[in-house]
């Protein structure tokens, strides 16, 4: 008996998949600009961790908040794991570290002073429908980063171009008017490009 309980829900969730309608183009361009809001609201907060002159509490709200705008975890291959952000080494290694530890690390750093800046605007794709049901897209952003020993002097700097993971999930928050809502989330953010700034 629990086994046909069991194929009557797959079937019943299925059917539900199944109608849900796609969103239309004017909707999946709106989320493309909450997209860009949140990509936004991502470089504020890294910019505001790094930032040594600001009181450690304040970093450690924009820690929070930075870490809100992710994913808990997700399924790869099988296994599930939390997302994470590649950072770019001195040596030219990239290593990709777990979301929090990461904006823990930057909060750690050991330069003196810390400049974390961006050099363009950052792009979003478009949202397309992925096999899951869900919306994907890739956000892209510029980092400018800069750390200085106690006279001043550059130790480290340079510029990198990152990409986001971003899926939008399906939220039936309009179920009465008949219409769906997302909810954007972040995945990993990794190193495309890294570009070292001369003069350390």
Known sequence: MPKLYYILFL???SFHLQAQPDLNK???AEFKIL??????????????IGNKSLPIEQRQIAIDLAVDLFEKDYEVNGKRRSPYIQVSRRNGMV????V???????????FDKVEITYYDAAAVSDFEKGTDGNYHATATYFQQFKGFDNSGKMIYGSRDRK???VTGKS??????????D???FFGDVTVRETIPIKGY
């Open 163 to 165: 990409d986001i993971r």
């Open 26 to 28: 004017e909707r999946l």
């Open 11 to 13: 079937l019943i969730a």
């Open 95 to 98: 290593e990709a570290i777990p």
């Open 35 to 48: 997209t860009e809001q949140r990509v936004n609201d991502l470089q504020e907060y890294i910019t505001q």
């Open 171 to 180: 939220m039936a928050v309009y179920k009465n008017l008949g219409k769906e």
């Open 182 to 184: 997302l909810k954007i």
């Open 100 to 110: 929090r530890a990461y904006f823990n690390n930057l909060l750690g750093v050991k």
